[in-house]
Structures are given as C-alpha cells and as structure tokens.
C-alpha cells in the first residue's frame, strides 16, 4: 500500500488530565503523532498507558472533567477546545468502534434503526429510501448475510463477531476519512477476530480511509498496521513501523511487550513478563516511568529532568528510553526479562 | 398598602397596565361563589350517614341520629338538660290518661304533614309499635322461627336495634281520622315518652312494599303482606342507594335534599313544615372522620361547628384557631370498673371495699381528664349525672381514697400482709387482673394509677389488655375486675340490664335481691317523683355492695368558629343537631 | 404477548382462590364483628340479628362458600351497617383512583423531569438541590406534609383569596423565582457562558415581575371565594352548579392530596430516574451514539433516557397498583372516602368480615393485574424480554 502524502490527522502535545478526589490522573501526557490517508496506525500499551484516552480525546468523546491540552488537527482543522470542529466531523469525516460489541450497540432500538440514524444525522436531506439502501449496503460491506433482513433484528439477536461488523458498517456508512477502533477484537472469539480484522481491511481498501488501530495485542499490529506508537504511563514510549519495533526494539517496555506474547514468532521460546504493575497515573515515579520495572534502569534514569521523556531518535523510529542504543544492538531484547514457567503470567 | 409598594414598580409597567386595565374589565373570571350569606350552616361529621331508618339493628348510629334530628318526628325531645320535653311542634298533647293500665293519649297537631303532602298520623305511631313489639319472628324455611343459638333470641321479621317499651304496649289504636292515637300497654313502662321518636313514614313503606295497610296486615296476621313490609322497613331506607326523595320523607325543620356517599349530607328547610321555620336555610353535614382534621377545617371556613373527640392537643389546636368558641362538657357516657362476682377474689365484699377504697378516682380525673375538661368531676351515682337535679352523692366512705381503711377492711376479714407488702389469705395472695381494651392508652394510666394506689394497700393490680373485651375476656369470667365504659342513657329503664339478677349487659353476674325489685320498678314506674326515689334506692344498694364504681363522665367537646349561635350541648343521644332548627349565623 | 397474558391470567385464578381462602380464615379469626354491640347495654336483640346476617353461626366452611357463590356473581354482601359493600367498593376505587392517577402523573413527569436533568448535569447544584429535597420529602412524615399543607396551601392561600394581591417582598420573590427559572432553561446546555446565563436570568426577572405588575393589577380590588379544600373531593354547595364550577370545586380538592401523594412518589422517582439515568449514561451504546455524531439532546433522550425508561416504568406501574391499595394516611388526612378508608372501615375497630374480604380480594385482584401489566410494558418496552 504507497502512503498516500495527505495529512489527515496531526496530534501535538496532547495531555488529557483527570481531576479526582485522589489527586489529578496524568491520563496521557505529550502525545504526538501523525496520520496521513491510508495509514493504519497501531497504538498499543497496556491497560491504563492512555491509549483510549488519547482517541477519545480526538473524538471529544471525554467526560466534561476531563482537561484536555496541546492540538489535534484534522486537514488543518483544531478538533480539541469548546469551539473545536469535532462535533461536526464526529461520526462524519472521523469515526470510531469501541472495545465490547456486546454493549456498544443500544439494545432497545434494531440494529437499522442505529445504522439509519448514523447516516441521518449527517444527512438530513437524503430520502428514507436511499438511507435504508446505503444502511444495506453498509452491512454487505462488513460481510453481514441478508442485510436487508438483518436490518430488522435487534442487537441481541447478533453474534458478537456479527455485532462488531455491524458496528463497522455503521462507523463507515459515512466514509470516514479515519476509522478509531479501539480494541475492536479485544472482545471476541480468536477466529471471530480474524474475521473482523479482515473485514477492517477490507473496508479500508475500499474506502481508503486511515485507521487508528488501538490493542494490547502486538499479533494484530503484526498483520495489519504500518506504523506503531507504543504507549506506557500515559506516554508514547516507542514509535516506528512495525519492523522497527518487532525486530529493531529500543526500548526495554517494547520489549517486555514482545516477551510477554504468546509466541508467533519464535516457536518454542518461553514467555518473558515485565515484572511488577503499571504505574499510578496519579503519582508518577521521578524520571522515567518504566524505571520501577526496567532490567536495565540505571540512576540517571531516575532523576526528573525536563524533556526526558521526549523521543529520541529519528523521525520514523524513536524512543524515549536514555540507553536505547544498547537495546537496540541486543540481539533479542526480550531476553532482559527472566522467562518463567509457572503459571503466573503477565498480571496487568 | 399593596397600592403604594405597588407604585414604586408601576413605572415600568404603565403600558402593559394599561392594556391590562382594558382587558381585565371586559371579562371576569370570578368563579361563581356559593351564597355566602343567608344562612348555610356546615357541621363536620365524625361518621357518615347512612340510614334514615334509625332504628334496625344496623342503623341505630349516632351519625344518622344526627342528621335525622330536624328531619323525623319525635312526641318527645332530649333537651340540653336531658330531659324529655313534649314536641309541641308535633303533638298538641300527650297525656298519660291511665296508670293501670298504662295508657297514652297522643294528639297530633292536625298540620302536621310529611313533605310530600300526606299527614303525619296514627298510621306512623302503629308502624313503629309494630316494627319493634318484637311478636313477629322470622319463619325459617320450615315454619319454625329463627332464633340465635347462642341467645336463644328470636330473629325478628322486622329487624329492629331494640323492643324496649313497645314490646310493653298492647295496642296502638287510632282515631280522629288519625289524629289521635292511643298507646295502651299491657305492663306497665316508665319512660314511655322516650316511645314514638324518630318515626317512620308508614304510608313510604306500604307503597315501596307494595302493602295496602301495615296495621291491618298486622292485625290480621297477613305474614307474606308483613314480610314484605318489614323487607323494605330493614333494608328500604339506607343511603347506599343514594337520596330517593319520595322516601326519605321530612316532618321536621329541615329536609334530605342531598347526599354525596363520603363526603356529605346537605339539609334545606323543609316547604311543608308546619310549625316555627329554622333560623338557617340549610344545615351541611361534611363527613371529615379524622377528628384531628376538624380544627383545621374549621379554620379554614370550610365547616362552622365540630365536635369532635377532645384531647389536649385538639384543644390547644382549637386555641390558634381565632374567633374560635370551644366547650367542653361532661356527657352521658362514662368510664367505670366492674367486679367480677364469678372470682374468687371479687366475689368478697372486702376485697371488693379494699379495691374501692384504694381506687384513686379523684387522681384520675385530676390527671387523665381535667386537663381535657376543667369542670370535669367524680361521678358518685350509678343512676344519674352531675348535670342532672337528681344526681345525689351516694358514695359515701368511697369517695376518697382511704388506704388505712383499706387495710383494715381487709385485715378485719382475715387477710394478712405477706412478707411481698401484698395481703393474703388462706395461700391466696390479692392480686387482680383489671381488664381492659386495648389499645387505649388512656385506660393504660388509669390502670398505672390505680396500681400504685392499691399497691400502698397492699392489693396487687395485673393490666390486662385485650383488644374485643367483650368478646374474649368478659364472656370467660378469667378477671376480676373490668374496666369499660357504658354509653349512658337518661332512661331509667335502661338500667335493669346492667344490674338485675342474669341482666343481659350484667357481665359481672353481680345479684342482690333486695336490688332487683328496684330496678323492676325503673321499668315500670310512671310517677317521676318514686322513679327518683327508686333509683336512689337501688344506687344505694350498688353502692353498698360495691358492685361497680363509677369514675368520670367522657368530655365531649363543642366548637364552633364563632360565626354561629344557638349550637348547644345536648348530653344524650340527640347529639349537638338536637336543636339544628334554632342554629343562625351571626 | 397474548400468549404471556393468558398464561399468567391462568395462573393468577388459583393463586386468588387460595388466596381468598387463606384471607378468609384469617378475617374471620381477626376479631368479633359484635365487639362494639356486647359492649352496650339492651343489644342482645340486635347482636342476635347481626349473628343471622352474617351467618356468624355457621361453620367457617359453609360462610365461605355462601360468600364465594356470591362473590361469583360480582355480590359483595352487605356490611356491618346493612349496607351492599358493592357500591361502596366501586365508589373508593374511583375516588383512589382519581388522585392516585393525578398524583402519580404529577410524580411522574416531575421526578423524570428532575431526574433526567440531575443525571445528566451531577454534580451540579441543580444536581444537589434535587437531591436535597427528593431527600427532605422522603424524610417527611406525611401526615405532618400533609398539615403542612392545609396551613400554607389552603388556610393561608384561601385568605390571600379572600383579599389578592402581591406584595412588594412577592414581587422580589417571583421575580428571583423567574430569574432562576429562565436562566435554567436557557442555561441548561452546559456550554452556554455565565454572561448569557445572567442576562436571561436579567430578562427572566424583568418579564416576570412584568407578569406580575400585570397580575397585581387585575386582582386589585376583588375577592375570590375560598378555593382549596382540606377535607373531602367536593363542597356540597357546588352539587347544583355546572359542570366548570364543579370542575373547579373538585380539582380545589383534590390539589392537596394529589400533591401530597406527588411529593412522596416523587421522590423516589426522581432519584431513581437519577440512578437509572446515570446508569445508560456512562453505557458504551451512547458513547457509541455520541461518536456517531448524534446531538446531545438525542444522545439524553432517544439513547440515554429510552432504555433508562424501561426500569422507570415498570416500577411506577407495580407502585401504582400498590397506592392503589389504599394511600391510607393521605386518605384519612383529607378525609377521602376511598379504598384506604374502605381498609379502616373494615379492619380498624369491629371487624367488618365482608368488607375485609371485598377490600383484601379486590386489593389482591388489583396485584395481579399490575403485575401483568408491569410485565408487559417491560416486554414492549425492552425487545431482548419480547423474544423470549
């Protein structure tokens, strides 16, 4: 797939904070990034690394408590702030599927009744009959059989893997110039997931849309994202295309990540989990926040310095980590992490 | 005031004002206002109206007495002192021409007709005789009458709340083309001029019944004519069906002209009465059954007179009501204690002088009932009330508490006081069970109290609460004393069931048979003077037998929001209507 | 759906047989119909009637079969006074019926409409005023509310009547009251600034006490006769006017209870609108409909509020038939002669078996049916319960 040049999505500086009665939550803090038509960015972490809260804050889909700073432009256009563009462009020029299909649809109304409605509220002027003819084909898109029946049914009379695709088709019924899916397989089935993947692509063939691919699972990256953010702590840790990060890792949580998947690549090795928890989001460690649970963390790791967690490296492969050059000529960075055996896996 | 405030403001508005000036005269939006004036005179219900036919076992309710006052004809009214008084609005004369026997010559005025045109006449006082002489029995299925198994008394045709008195007369004979009746009796009866109140229109219930002539049916014997007439005399006249003017007849002030079930029963005067018209046009009756409520509608105009239960709480509520004339007065029900002469224990006239010389019934009144009535006093007479002229204090030694006396009545008669501070006697300890209904927590005090008292004279007093007294306590004999209230009467007649030998209402099974003869003679005596003499007489004997003990009369409050006159007191039965036709505004 | 109704009326027909038995054991060892009679003197004649009306002598077995039989064809027998029970019981359920209907619409819109708005801005102060006073009502003694209510609703408002008018101190208040008002309703979207909060409170104010000047005007110099009742649903005096002026006279009446019934039901409503709203609010479906561009107000009411809606219903629906059963307390307050008062009647002081049973059979009749009728609107309102 050539990269299409035409920026669509520019994010800088994005920092989303959360006040609460514990203290104020970092939820993601300084994210950057790009996406041009075409792309299919994976953006992957753990629960917690910020990695929904960063999309929802594109969409304007945050709580009223949350505080949102920094930019996120689309083709040129501010989305974030009271008197952003997004209201407009939501569910229009920007769309977006969420995690659990099981829940995401609203169970009293049919399932053509929320693909209509999605259709209509961009397009107030087109007759009923169009909008039921573009709902069906929508739902032929995403591979649904008899969609002019399916139209009828209700959420609960789906699969969850049929759900899903319904709710693809109701995100791409308007061609959307970005696709958001966050954890969109997270939910289903592995063969389901398969299939929904397949159809994600499928649909950004035809359409030509980007697509903002959010998991914690490094297997959907692998098959279908070109270029990748890794996330930890609210913050971008890593970014590259997916060689970059499967085989030119430069970054110790990257790494760990690696490790702690199930193999697919290297059959046979043990898995390597990243020992410990995700940090609070409230009271950040000093310095770099993978520091706690880093093999490699060395004193200067710990001190806070500003621009410390800044990516260095190139402009399509950077990392935040100070000692990435040794990462980087490891010859399997996975190993930093001791394998195990028992059956006390990777606890998130 | 509100014109000035309103100035500073109007300069915003005179615009506007002005268009409102042109249109809020074009139009007004008033809502008709009911006659305010001219003499609508509201009275709160505690119990709704439900019969005109008063006198079935199921009438037979203050309620309806209340309403039926100015409506029904009576040959003889309660008045506020309780005395029976001639109506001479209805008779011309009612005389007792004959003591042996018995015979009462009524003459009826001759105007005075029912208000749908016909006379009110002999034919009334007969239905009424034959409606409660009590001699027509229910046949059962098989000619047999029916009876209450556990009685023994006879189901009657007509279904009548009681035969006092008219079972006593012989015959009611007409005459003057039915203007004069003559009741004679065939054993003798002494309040005979309590007879003949509230009556019924006789020619309603041949018509609705569809019987030609009650009084010939009767005579001759005609069962099916007078099953059919008793058929509509018990069930004919409820209110369940609504006002049906042509039988809810009116020969007094006041007539039924409408009745809302649950809310309210209206009386307008009367077209057709014939002697001095009522003051008001129409007497409302508005059923609030919450006593606690009535102050508060009678604050907000919405009724002129209440009279509902007193308490301390009411009256001080009727206290913040301005303009509001409130009074409270002694009536005929009253609270006593009732030996058990089936007990043990209460079976001895010692005990039963222990228990009244230790009973605090001053302490009683002093606390449960004077803060409700001020005036309110002991009452020290089986047979009269303190309001009334013949009313004699025949207490004696038990008008006050004598604890000493106490002791040593019961020390005289062999108790001993264990070492518990409670007498015993033979391994009997004194300890009594007062019965009593529950829940009331003003009888709870007046047990606390009596308790402590006789605790000091060394008498162990149980409270025994039970929610139907009459039905699961007084029936078994298991206590020795109860306390209960009579709903007094000002008929002496009433009397003899209380206290004679086997007495329906004796429930203590209390006998003397120097008493009974006395209260034969309540029955029967017709000269007023000796009808005292023996009620004193057999006061005394109660007194000396210690067989109950009188405590207080129940207050009963009258209010009223001070915008009517001539609402008096009536301690009877009559209630606060008896004198309706006399109520104004002021 | 009539499948539904008819089996669960099939199984309802036993249940109320057993039910009537169970009750009928029960009434007729609850107390002496006679009580009051064995406690006044010279009754035996009419204790011994009563016994024979009644049936008391018969066995319990054979008196319910004579009122079973009767019962079948729609006779509830008479009462302790001799009355049929029939008419009675038609007559309270109609008068129940009247204010527990109004008060339960009033209830309704009220404590969805308060509901809704304190989900959707928590936390807010509108949020904490409504919570306060949903709590306040809740912690209210009705009978106090209730007198409450005669003093301020009735007495003193009928004597405002008598001589109208509004005060300077009534023009500051409504004026604020307008102000408040009018600033909520242009204010209620949360993006709207303070600036243009303040000015349609400024504009609230002025109109109002505009309104009132208006008002102030018009009743200067009249008298309007005492409107609002305290005690019953109509004033005799009313009986022979037309249909307006009795209207007017029956919704006078029924203002206080029908608040007084509100404000209890209201309370619950509203706070669990609140709950149930917060609850589809925070749900992944109306993320889902906010990411598909759909406005807020649809996102509250056509998503939010419409599922939020299924819990509400069924609930007013089962509350309904439960108020239906006697809202004894309001009842009794302002003397109402509905099925709360059929309840005293029979069961307060003598017992009145025939009453006790029309009341109890009726009042578990009326169970059943809003049952049912919970039921099916849950199934209408919710398709994952329809399918099944």
Known sequence: MSADSELLLEVEHLTVDFPTDDGVVHATRDISYTLSRGDVLGVVGESGSGKSVSSLAVMGLLPPTARVSGSAKFCGQELLGSHGAVKSLRGNKLAMIFQDPMTALNPVYTVGVQLREALRVHNREMPKR?????????????????PKSRLESFPHEFSGGMRQRAMIAMAMINDPDILIADEPTTALDVTVQAQILETLERVQDRTGAAIILITHDLGVIAGIAQRVLVMYGGAVVESGSVDDIFYRTSMPYTAGLLGSMPGIHAHGSRLRPIPGSPPSLIRMPPGCSFGPRCPMVTDACRVDAPGKFSLLGSETHASACIRRDEVLAMDDARTMFAATYDTEVVRD | MRTTKRGKLAVIAVGLALVAAACSDSKDTKTTAPPAKGGTITYAAEQEFYTYNNGT????????ALVLNPVQPSTFYFDDKAALVMSTDLLDSAELTSTSPETVVYKIKADAVWSDGVAVDCKDFQLAWISSNGTLTQQGSDGTPVTDPDSGTSVLLFNTASTTGYENIKSVECADGGKTVTATYDKNFSDWNALFSGLIPAHVVEAKSGVADIAKAYADKNMADLAKAAEFWNTGFTADKGIDPTVMVSAGPFMITSFTPGESVVLEKNPKWWGTPALADSIVFRLIDDATQQPIALQNKEVQVITPQPNPDLLAQLEGVSGAEVKVDGGYTYEHMDFNFASPLTKQLPVRQAFALCLPRQEIVDKLIIPVNPSAVVVNNHFYFPFQSEYVDNAGDYAKVDIAKAKSTLEADGWALGSDGIYAKGGTRLSMKIARKDPNPRRASEVQLTAASCKEAGIEIIDQPNEDIFSNILPTGQYEIALFAWVGSPLQSSQKAIFTTGGSSNFGQYTNTKLDPYLDQLTTELDPAKLAAAADAADKLVWADVATIPIFQFPDLTATDGTVTGVIYNPTQAGITWNAQLWSLK | MLRLIIRRMLVAIPMLLVCSVLVFVLV?????????????????????QRTATLHLNKPIFERYWLWFSKMLHGDFGIDNKGLRIGPQLWRAMGTTLQIVLLSTILAVCLGIAVGVISAVRQYSFFDYSATFVSFLF??????????????????????WLENPGIGTVGFLLIGLLGAGFTSMLFGFKRTVSKRRRLIAGIAGFAGTVLVCLLVDRFLADRTYFRWIGTVNTTDPRFAHQGFWPRLGDHLGHLLLPVTTLAVISYAGYSRFTRASMLETLSADYVRTARAKGVSERAVIFKHAF???????????????????????????????????????????KDIDPNKAMAYLIVTAINVVVFNLIADIIYAKLDPRIRHE
């Open chain 3, 28 to 48: 007729a060892n609850a107390g002496d119909p006679l009580e009051a009679l064995r406690g006044r003197p010279n009754s035996q004649q009419a204790i011994a």
């Open chain 1, 130 to 146: 169009e909008i039921t003819e573009r709902s069906i084909d929508a739902l032929e898109l995403v591979g649904i059989p008899n």
């Open chain 3, 306 to 348: 419409r599922t939020a809606l299924i819990p509400i219903v069924t609930v007013v629906a089962l509350d309904f038939g439960a108020i239906f059963g006697g809202a004894i307390i309001t009842e009794t307050v302002f003397s109402i002669q509905g099925m709360g008062k059929l309840f005293r009647e029979a069961l307060q």
């Open chain 2, 57 to 64: 076992s199921d009438g037979n309710a203050f309620a309806n």
């Open chain 3, 138 to 159: 809740y912690a209210m003694p009705v009978f106090w509310f209730a007198v409450l209510l005669k003093v301020f609703g009735a007495i003193e408002f009928n004597n």
